[in-house]
C-alpha cells in the first residue's frame, strides 16, 4: 500500500529524519518576510535557524522576485502602523464618546468624567506611538535585508523564460480547471499571479531532478491546494503533490509550516526559543484572521454596491408608478372596468415594489450598521 499510493501514508519519524538531512529546504515568500518583520530579537532567532542551514536552502527565482517586491511593503506596514493605530484607536474613542453622550441623564454614570478618561487614555497612547515612532529600527529592518540576501546569495534559481512562463500558465488553466494542485485556489485572480504557486512547483520539481535530492517547502500558505486537510486538521501535504512530484524526480516531497519547521529544528540541534516559535504562531494566525477580514470586508463592500443600484432602480420605477397613478385622468362619463383594471393594476404594483423597496433598505441598513469585525467566527 504504501508504495501504490505514497501520498496517503504519512512518514514516519525515521522517514522525516532522513528526509531532513538529505533535502533541500525551500522557504516561500512569506517566510522570508518574517526574517524582516520581527523584533530584533526574533528575527537574530529566525536569521540563526536558516543560517545553520545555509547549505541547503534555495528558492525559486519567482519566490526571489516576490520577495524584494513585497519586502518595502511590509517595512513600509510597520512603518505606517503608528499612525494607522493611533488614527483607528481615535475613531473607536470618538464611537464611545457619542454612546457615552447618550447617556448624560444616567442616574449612577458620571458621564464626564468618563469622557475625561477616554480622553486621557487616547491622548497617553498617542504619545506612547509617537514614541515609539521616534524609535522605529529602519537601519536594523535594511541591515536584516542584507542577510537575507547574503544568506541566499547563489541559491535562488534561474529566471524562467517567457516561453516557459507561458507554457506553466497553460498548463495552469487546465489544472485548475481540473482542481489539480498547486494553486487552483487562486483561480479566481484576475491576474498572472493567479499561477505564482504553480510556477514554484515547477521550479522545485526542476531543482529535485537536478540535484537528485528531496525536497521540503516551508510555507505559511494554509490552503487546500498544498495540503490535504481533514476535517479542519493539516494531516501533511497533499496526496497529489507527494505522487506527481515522486513520479516526475523520483524524489520525496513534503511540507512544514514555519512554527513546525522551527520546532524540528530545535530537536536536531537549532537553538530558537519556545517564546520566539509562540510569537511566530501567533503572528501567522493574525494574519490569516487580517486576509480573512480583508477578503469578508471586500465581498460586503461589494454586495452593499449591488443592492444599492438594484434599490435606486426600485425607488425610480416606484416614484414613476406612483406619479402615474397620481396622475391618472379623472372620470368623465365614461363606463366600464377597463379604466379601473389599469388603476388597480398600478396600486398592486406599487403595494409589490413598496415592499421590496423596504426589504432593499433594510438589508443595506442592516449591512452599513455591521461592524467590520463580525463576521469573525
Partial sequence: MKTTFPGWCAKTPEDLKALWDRAIFVPDTNILLHLI????????????????????????????????????????????AYDRLAEEL???????????????AHPVIDIDRELAALDAY??????????ARSKHPTAEL?????RVSELFAGHVGAKPTEE?????????????????????????????????????????????????????????????????????????????LVEEFLAATGQQFHIYELPQ????????????????????????????????????????ASTIKVLRGELRGKEFELDGLIKSLIDFPPRMGETGPPRDDTKRSLKTRIGELSMVVNTLRDRLSALESEPVDATRS
Fill in 261 to 300: 519547521f522551527l520546532r524540528y529544528s530545535v530537536e536536531t540541534g537549532s537553538a530558537i526559543q519556545a517564546e520566539a516559535v509562540q510569537k511566530i504562531a501567533e503572528t501567522m494566525i493574525a494574519d490569516t484572521q487580517a486576509a480573512t477580514d480583508q477578503s469578508a470586508a471586500s465581498e460586503r
Fill in 164 to 240: 516557459r512562463l507561458a507554457a506553466i500558465r497553460k498548463d495552469g488553466e487546465e489544472r485548475y480547471a481540473k482542481k489539480i494542485p498547486p494553486g487552483f485556489e487562486d483561480a479566481k485572480k484576475d491576474t498572472g499571479d493567479k499561477f505564482g504557486d504553480l510556477i514554484i512547483w515547477k521550479g522545485m520539481i526542476e531543482k529535485a531532478k537536478t540535484d537528485e535530492r528531496p525536497i521540503i517547502l516551508v510555507t505559511d500558505d494554509g490552503k487546500s491546494d498544498w495540503w490535504y486537510i481533514h476535517h479542519g486538521k493539516k494531516v501533511g501535504p497533499h496526496p497529489d
Fill in 90 to 104: 481615535k475613531a473607536s474613542v470618538n464611537q464611545a464618546r457619542n454612546k457615552l453622550s447618550q447617556y448624560r
Fill in 37 to 80: 518583520r520581527h523584533s530584533a530579537n526574533i528575527r537574530a532567532q529566525l536569521m540563526a535557524v536558516f543560517e545553520r542551514k545555509k547549505d541547503a536552502l534555495w528558492i525559486p527565482y519567482h519566490v526571489g522576485a516576490e520577495f524584494q517586491r513585497r519586502r518595502l511593503d511590509v517595512q513600509q506596514q510597520a512603518l505606517d
Fill in 122 to 131: 487616547l491622548s497617553d497612547f498617542e504619545k506612547r506611538m509617537a514614541a
Fill in 142 to 146: 535594511a541591515a536584516s535585508f542584507t
